[in-house]
């Protein structure tokens, strides 16, 4: 699977769209880019996943470049409970192995 | 519908014990994996099942073994544990053995003294 760099921590104030970025470089073609969050102590919540177009659901937007080096899933409207490690992972369709790097920590500030 | 479930959610044992953990998958998810979460390793694959057959395994040792049985229900169990055991183990299901997402449980958080 390919690899991930994310920032390790962000902060952003409660109601404004939070923007966590992910490079992820050496993607290959058959590969997904997936988000998940993990709020303290709980299991990873599964947010949102794409493979070329920009994706959105009811959590948050999905935007890939175009050469899907890279990507930046959006918290339209952050709320407290958005604070949490925020995972970006590289996927293979089919491989059912997720490899979880360190994650951003997004911290959401009255 | 009901999410992952795991059981117990905590656990304290000693070194040399063994343990077996348990996980129910979401109705109708065919699929289970299991990570272990450690503040230095941060989440890491153990392995996966698929029709009670192992399909997919990480870099532990083969004190971590695995099964899964015809309701899909999986259980893991650590032998003669060691206080690096210690960890949150988590397990994930899946519907279909290449169905994109997983759905993760709360967790058992276990604890080796």
């Known amino acids: 699977d390919a690899k991930t760099t994310q920032p390790t921590s962000m902060d952003c104030a409660e109601g404004r769209a939070a923007n966590l970025p992910c490079n992820h470089s050496?993607?290959?073609?058959?590969?997904?880019v997936y988000w998940y969050r993990q709020i303290h102590s709980q299991g990873p919540q599964y947010i949102i996943h794409g493979l070329k177009n920009n994706e959105t659901n009811e959590m948050a937007s999905l935007i890939i470049t175009e050469d899907r080096k890279s990507s930046t899933l959006i918290l339209p409207h952050a709320t407290l409970r958005d604070t949490a490690v925020y995972y970006c992972i590289v996927r293979d369709f089919g491989n059912e192995k997720l490899t979880f790097g360190t994650g951003t920590r997004l911290t959401i500030i009255p | 519908k009901a999410g992952v479930t795991q059981t117990p959610r905590y656990l304290i044992k000693t070194r040399g014990q063994q343990v077996t953990l348990s996980c129910s998958p979401i109705s109708g998810h065919r699929s289970v994996s299991w990570y272990q979460q450690t503040p230095g390793q941060g989440l890491q694959f153990l392995f996966e099942y698929f029709s009670e057959t192992q399909r997919n395994k990480g870099n532990f040792p083969g004190r971590f073994s695995g099964r899964q049985f015809s309701n899909s229900r999986s259980e893991m169990n650590v032998s003669t544990l060691e206080l690096g055991d210690s960890a949150l183990y988590l397990c994930?299901?899946?519907?279909?053995?290449?169905?994109?997402?997983?759905?993760f449980g709360p967790g058992t958080r276990l604890l080796v003294l």
């Open positions: 050496t993607i290959s073609g058959n590969e997904y």
């Open positions: 994930a299901s899946s519907l279909l053995k290449s169905q994109e997402t997983q759905y």
